[in-house]
C-alpha cells in the first residue's frame, strides 16, 4: 500500500473510475477484495476500501471493525 503506481500489482482489475476533480482513478480488484485509489499527481497506490478478506471481523484489543469486501465490482 502507498506505493509507486508505476510499480504497483493488481489483481483482477474489474472496475475502474476516474475522479475528474482529484485526477485519481478508483479501481475495485476482484481478487484482493479491495478497492484502490491511484492519485494521478503523485503516482501513489492506496487501499481505501476492504481488508483484503470477503467478511468483516472485530480488530483485535480494539472495537474497530475491518470489513470484508465480496467481489467489488464498478
Do not use: C, M
Not at 479501481?27 to 470477503?54: F, P
Amino acid at each position: 500500500d502507498s506505493g509507486a503506481g508505476t510499480s504497483a500489482k493488481l489483481n483482477r482489475p474489474w472496475g475502474i473510475q476516474y475522479d475528474e476533480a482529484h485526477h485519481a482513478l478508483f479501481i475495485a480488484e476482484w481478487n484482493n477484495q479491495v478497492i484502490r485509489r491511484y492519485d494521478i499527481a503523485s503516482n501513489l497506490v492506496s487501499t481505501i476500501a476492504g481488508n483484503g478478506s470477503t467478511a468483516f471481523s472485530l480488530a483485535p484489543g480494539t472495537t474497530t471493525f475491518a470489513t470484508g469486501l465480496n467481489g467489488p465490482v464498478d
